[in-house]
């Protein structure tokens, strides 16, 4: 994306294509759609008070 947009810049242009921006917002849901299949929120125990630890890589893809 950055190269693109650097691309794009250095030609003139004030901002992308609407068919090159929708590839990249729909190519970006489907890599964090992976990453939550690969990264599942943690089971919660019986009788658990309070939050669920997370993985630093589930806390990364919830920021995201």
Known sequence: MRGTVEQARAN?????????????????????????TANPPPERRPRQH???????????LERL
């Not at 849901?29 to 992976?34: P, V």
């Not at 309070?50 to 990364?60: C, D, F, I, M, W």
């Open 12 to 36: 003139g242009r004030r901002s992308l294509p609407m068919a090159v921006r929708a590839a990249f917002v729909t190519r970006y849901r489907t890599l964090l759609a992976a990453g939550h």
């Open 50 to 60: 309070g939050r669920e630890k997370q993985s630093p890589a589930r806390n990364l």
